[in-house]
């Protein structure tokens, strides 16, 4: 541009030309494809080797390195590694550069830093126990319904369904329901109505676990 318009200022045609790439009208080989595993790695290799460039580009090399060795430290030591990566990104002399750091996996290796299998027996026995000590809970208005059921009408009975919830001929609704509603919930004696907090959620966890 400069040998077709001599008497534009280069400070002029730097402009025009950062407010086109800006903007997308000019596209940069420098920007990694979607699909590249290692976007850093492209990064480097299309730097060019040239004296503005070269100490961004070693810099960069650096970063490289001490990643590889942060993903094969141990915890002890990574800790010390994150810390020079991040001191060496800080001298990065890249013109509209934010000083953001690469992000870096933190997987925690288990290889071997695993239980021994009498721990986890041992654990197992200790949930079988709790299991079989806790009571049992599900819906409680489900629950008093059919303990009534069984009470009214004794076991695999058969009764129609609009006599079962006429409430003078049969049980009427559970509690709870609207439609039908029932104004007169039951509770027969010794019927769970919620079990207490902690076993509720011990067994949910353990259910869930």
């Not at 800790?79 to 890249?94: C, S, V």
């Not at 609207?178 to 067994?203: A, I, M, R, V, W």
Request: proline share 10%; charged share 20%.
């Amino acid at each position: 541009m400069q040998q077709h318009y001599p008497q534009v200022p280069e400070a002029q045609i730097q402009y025009l030309l950062q407010t086109l790439w800006e903007n997308h009208f000019l596209l940069s080989d420098l920007r990694p494809p979607l699909t590249e595993v290692s976007p850093a790695h492209y990064l480097l290799e299309h730097i060019p080797d040239t004296s503005e460039l070269g100490p961004v580009r070693e810099t960069l090399k650096q970063v490289l390195l001490k990643i590889e060795h942060f993903d094969q430290a141990e915890a002890t030591r990574s800790i010390a590694i994150l810390e020079e990566i991040q001191h060496i990104q800080k001298t990065l002399d890249i013109p509209l550069h934010s000083n953001t750091g690469i992000q870096t996996d933190t997987a925690l290796k288990l290889t071997s830093a695993i239980l021994p299998r009498s721990i986890g027996e041992i654990a197992s026995q200790a949930v079988q126990i709790l299991l079989r000590q806790s009571r049992v809970y599900g819906m409680p208005h489900l629950h008093e319904y059919r303990m009534a059921f069984l009470e009214k009408y004794g076991p695999h009975a058969e009764v129609q369904l609009l006599e079962l919830l006429d409430p003078g001929k049969g049980l009427g609704a559970p509690s709870g329901y609207q439609y039908p509603p029932n104004s007169s919930p039951f509770q027969l004696p010794g019927t769970l109505l919620q079990p207490p907090p902690e076993t509720k959620h011990l067994s949910h966890w353990f259910m869930k676990h």
